[in-house]
């Protein structure tokens, strides 16, 4: 068995990241397997600066609309099977890598936000809906699943640092928070949860707004979640405060596979 070390980070713009140079700690990193979320870049706008170290595997998937949305993923495992799941990410918003290696189905997904108004809220929704459906289908195909990304939801009010002042912001609304319990009743654990518990004050986004990251008044809304069978494979779980470059942080897990 090896263990595997998988990195996700919503970076925000990887160009703005990479005139930063806030990706190069990734080259002191033993990462398997890096997944980004909006990247807001074709692939060819990729700067090939962002790390020193090379990966030998590199799946992009762009937004249709340039600018916006867009995930990267950077691996040196080879696939068994890579698509972009169009039929969950219908618009063509680059959403989602699915990268398949041994018995696992493998997703780094930037989840749609709802806060733009009641129509994107209500495709946020039918996301979530289509997405739950083709990781079941898949896990009665026997497959494992693990997936990362930017959910845009915080499940429980331990999970932000204001949930009385958000209860009718879209990432907090009831609706949101219901589909986040369905996941979870479907089999999916929350890897951060599992092994942290019920600790307060980590989160994963803040505001540029007043002073928010200084003042830790965040949001979790980044996750790793896993198939209950692969519970007790779990070595770590665990978000990386201290890297900046982006409104959001890295966070990381660590499995025996």
């Given at each position: ?5 998988f990195i996700s980070w919503n970076v925000n713009g990887i160009r703005a990241v990479d005139k ?238």
């Amino acid at each position: 068995m090896k263990t595997y070390k998988f990195i996700s980070w919503n970076v925000n713009g990887i160009r703005a990241v990479d005139k930063k140079k806030a990706l190069s700690w990734i080259d002191d990193e033993n990462v398997d397997f890096l997944a980004l979320q909006e990247i807001k870049a074709q692939e060819e706008q990729i700067p090939s600066s962002i790390f020193s170290r090379t990966f030998k595997q590199t799946f992009i998937n762009s937004s249709s609309n340039k600018g916006q949305s867009g995930v990267a993923l950077f691996t040196d495992v080879s696939p068994l099977h890579y698509e972009t799941t169009d039929h969950v990410d219908i618009l063509d918003e680059g959403r989602i890598n699915e990268f398949h290696f041994e018995n696992i189905a493998f997703f780094n997904v930037y989840f749609p936000n709802g806060q733009r108004n009641e129509e994107r809220l209500k495709y946020k929704m039918e996301f979530y809906d289509r997405f739950l459906d083709h990781l079941e289908n898949l896990r009665s195909e026997g497959k494992s699943i693990i997936v990362c990304g930017d959910v845009n939801t915080a499940h429980t009010p331990i999970d932000l640092a204001r949930p009385k002042a958000n209860e009718k912001t879209s990432g907090f609304l009831p609706i949101e928070r219901e589909w986040m319990d369905k996941f979870i009743s479907c089999g999916y654990v929350d890897t951060f949860r599992h092994v942290h518990g019920d600790k307060k004050d980590h989160y994963s986004w803040w505001s540029y707004r007043a002073n928010a990251r200084k003042n830790n008044v965040g949001w979790r809304i980044d996750y790793f979640f896993v198939s209950n069978d692969l519970k007790d494979k779990i070595k770590d779980a665990y978000i990386l405060d201290h890297i900046l470059g982006s409104d959001h942080c890295p966070i990381g897990l660590e499995i025996k596979l």
